[in-house]
């Protein structure tokens, strides 16, 4: 299974030379950057969001939006993780080599990347959690799923994975993050919640939007257990997951 890609013309290889033919063209110092960014500057960009929507949650959404969001972005590193264990086995199934293994002329701007490359585990691990946030709230889930895709570009400009690949990364992520999304979030949403009954740590998951005082839990931002499944959305902060 190692030769997926390989010899003549394959539109994978083409689209290879020519994304990574911009970091022959472009000054070293640049290329420095898209290593760094390639590597980690977007998972960096990837923790500032999660913690961007934790905090805009539980400023403008409501108590029970402020528990579903966080039970999401609980599950965006959770379901990062599981699409890493799974893809273990296929890598060590389809064992294909790092490009610049078999292809000449590449620029390869980090060294030392001896594993197999099917598939990205730095496309399987954007996209994940870009999902895993899109489950939590949608709009900082488009921006996570924006730098997914650029985390995708900086793989094959650095030469070190095809574009399927980081394709294969995406698909592996994506399916991880929503196949599971459904049983996570029955499981996590009622455990954040509790946490948000709780003392000192329910700071993290209450709401601070200013409630109107019944006496009860509800005016300390903690959602309490309803019939029914209608829910009070605030606009633009619309999650998928109840």
């Known amino acids: 299974m190692a030769g997926l890609a390989l010899e003549g013309s394959n539109p994978d290889v ?10 022959k063209a472009a000054p070293p110092w640049f290329d420095r950057v898209m290593e760094f960014v390639g590597e980690y500057g977007i998972m960096f960009a990837m923790v500032a969001v999660g913690l961007w929507c934790w905090w805009s949650v539980r400023r403008r959404g409501t108590a029970e ?10 599950w965006a590193p959770l379901a990062a993780g599981i699409a890493l264990i799974v893809n ?20 390869v701007l980090v060294e030392g990347k001896e594993d197999f490359s099917f598939v990205s ?39 070190v994975h095809y574009p399927t690949d980081v394709i294969g ?4 992520g994506t399916a991880v993050a929503l196949l599971l999304a459904p049983l996570a979030m029955m499981l996590l949403t ?33 959602p309490e257990p309803r019939p029914g499944s209608g ?8 999650d998928l997951a109840a």
């Open 190 to 222: 009622p455990l954040v919640g509790a946490v948000a009954r709780s003392g000192p740590a329910g700071r993290l998951v209450r709401s601070r939007r200013p409630v109107a005082d019944d006496g009860g839990s509800a005016s300390r931002g903690i």
């Open 121 to 159: 585990d730095h496309a399987t691990i954007a996209m994940a959690i870009a999902v895993g946030l899109f489950v939590a709230n949608r709009r900082y889930g488009l921006v996570a799923l924006a730098l997914a895709a650029f985390e995708g570009f900086c793989r094959v400009y650095m030469g």
């Open 65 to 74: 939006d402020s528990v579903t969001a966080v039970a999401g972005l609980v």
């Open 14 to 23: 083409s689209l290879l030379y020519d994304i990574n033919g911009l970091a």
């Open 169 to 172: 990364g995406f698909a592996l």
């Open 231 to 238: 829910r009070g959305d605030t606009p633009g902060e619309k």
């Open 88 to 107: 273990i086995p296929i890598r060590g199934f389809v064992e294909r080599p790092r490009p610049f293994k078999d292809h000449q002329g590449l620029e």
